[in-house]
């Protein structure tokens, strides 16, 4: 193996092997659980970075293994997979810290940090696919390292979610394999090598071709929590914040948004699309998710499922932007995938302070939060911020360039979209700030711990002081090179849309 692939294979391996070695441990090897978490996110991190140097000067990264003929599991390295690999990297290492610091008097920690090394494990090697059959098998990988996670509890509430979660997941992925399938027996093996089937098909099997675009949709909709197919995803509320953080920000929604981007511009191309006229169907349902969503979100009192309806809510802009068939809303729709990552795990590190440290767990126990924990409140409000899309926040960028997308296609109903959205956003999210700022604490709260030397464990609130201040400077610093804007630009410009 060449060095390049090694680096590739490391990328993967590091959370593989550091979860495997977590399942053998005793329950009271804290330190050492804590080293082999730690030591596997800094390790992967380092390993991205690596990459993104060598395929900067322009070196190919690639691990091509075959299963059968004609059948291949590849890993390759280009710029979309660049992106997502980055995001999920930097995100696990700061909520591998979160966790370790929120778990620290949980039983079953072996089983929990050693499922959540494979999840990671699972959406790393998803971002690396280097084409469908490989992107599948993490796919399904991820759904079922992930149910320990949202069973973690092992109450009844916890149970039933994880039933409802493998409900939805596997039959999504029983739909996806079907498609798959379906479409590999018209074209053979699909490849992310920048030629989708716009080169391969001229009139040819259109009507299959829309069949199993509708069902790769469904297929991905389903971790996208795209409507009707969500109603896991506010259930999976009761599962601890880390594994919140992890569902909403690094590993299943972004999953799904990711596997509709990698369909639309890698699958069937953006050319295909518009002559099938594809992408309406996938406008339509991301704008009704995201109205849906948002509206929801209004009537929850329950803080975390608040949140959980908003990710419901802004996971589909990603897959509007990719819907409304344009330069500017493709770039809007892949900058929100990192946008609405570090913003997302933020309000999520937030929430869990906020229940572990006070006990407020209720939108109506929000009083005065903000001056007995104002480090934790500070980050939720610059991440609350950026959901309703002020400026100079990342999600401003994000929603400048989806409306700037919708005027491109002449799509001017998607503006009464956004402008609704963000109206909504503000309805549910000023009210929280408003309480935690300008309403006077409670005499007592629901269940306060020991402070400590800070407000609250530092391993609790370095990680959303971290992720707050990337969503600033994410927005403040959008027009320098290498920012994750600049990033996005050059995956749309230069490898879809030339």
């Not at 596997?170 to 394999?177: F, H, K, P, T």
């Not at 002559?275 to 803080?303: E, H, K």
């Not at 306060?448 to 927005?475: I, M, N, Y």
């Amino acid at each position: 193996m060449t060095p390049q692939q090694w680096l590739l294979l490391g990328v993967v391996a590091s959370s593989l092997i550091p979860g495997c070695f977590i399942f053998l441990l005793g329950e009271r090897r804290a330190t050492l659980r804590s080293l082999l978490n730690m030591g596997g996110a800094a390790l992967k991190v380092g390993l991205v970075l690596a990459v993104l140097w060598g395929v900067s000067r322009g070196q190919a990264f690639e691990i091509r293994y075959g299963l059968v003929e004609g059948i291949d599991f590849v890993l390759r390295a280009d710029s979309l997979s660049l992106l997502f690999v980055t995001l999920s990297a930097g995100l696990w290492f700061l909520t591998t810290m979160y966790a370790i610091g929120y778990l620290e008097d949980s039983p079953n920690r072996n089983r929990f940090f050693g499922f959540f090394s494979l999840c990671v494990t699972a959406s790393t090697g998803l971002a690396l696919a280097g084409n469908l059959l490989t992107f599948l098998i993490f796919y399904e990988m991820l759904t079922l390292t992930t149910y320990p996670l949202v069973v973690h509890r092992g109450t009844e509430d916890s149970l039933r979610s994880g039933r409802w979660y493998l409900l939805f997941s596997l039959s999504g992925g029983g739909v996806l394999l079907l498609a798959i399938v379906w479409l590999q027996s018209l074209v053979g093996p699909i490849e992310f090598d920048g030629q989708p089937l716009a080169a391969s098909f001229q009139g040819q099997a259109d009507g299959q071709l829309r069949l199993i675009f509708v069902m790769m949709l469904a297929g991905f909709g389903v971790k996208a929590a795209l409507v009707p197919l969500h109603i896991w995803l506010p259930m999976a509320m009761v599962a601890p914040a880390p594994v919140s953080a992890l569902l909403h920000a690094v590993a299943v929604v972004k999953a799904g948004a990711f596997g509709i981007t990698r369909l639309v511009l890698d699958v069937y191309g953006t050319d295909l699309c518009d002559r099938l006229n594809l992408l309406p169907l996938l406008t339509f349902c991301a704008a009704v998710t995201i109205i849906y969503g948002s509206f929801r979100a209004l009537f929850q009192d329950d803080l975390k499922r608040r949140l959980a309806f908003s990710t419901v809510s802004q996971v589909s802009y990603i897959a509007l932007g990719i819907g409304v068939s344009g330069p500017l809303g493709a770039i809007g729709g892949i900058i929100h995938l990192v946008h609405q990552g570090m913003m997302k795990i933020t309000l999520f590190f937030a929430a869990g302070n906020l229940a572990e440290t006070l006990g407020v767990k209720k939108v109506a126990q929000m009083d005065g939060t903000g001056w007995r924990m104002p480090g934790t409140m500070a980050a939720f409000t610059i991440a609350a911020l950026g959901m309703i899309g002020m400026p100079p926040t990342a999600g401003f960028i994000s929603k400048w360039y989806l409306a700037g997308g919708a005027v491109e296609a002449g799509n001017w109903w998607v503006i009464g979209v956004l402008v609704a959205s963000s109206v909504l956003n503000a309805a549910y999210f000023l009210p929280l700030i408003y309480a935690a700022w300008f309403r006077p604490p409670p005499e007592q709260w629901p269940a306060e711990r020991e402070r400590g030397r800070f407000e609250t464990s530092f391993l609790l609130l370095f990680p959303p002081l971290v992720t707050a201040a990337l969503t600033l400077l994410t927005g403040l610093l959008a027009g320098l090179p290498f920012s994750p804007l600049d990033w996005a630009e050059f995956i749309v410009r230069q490898e879809y849309l030339p």
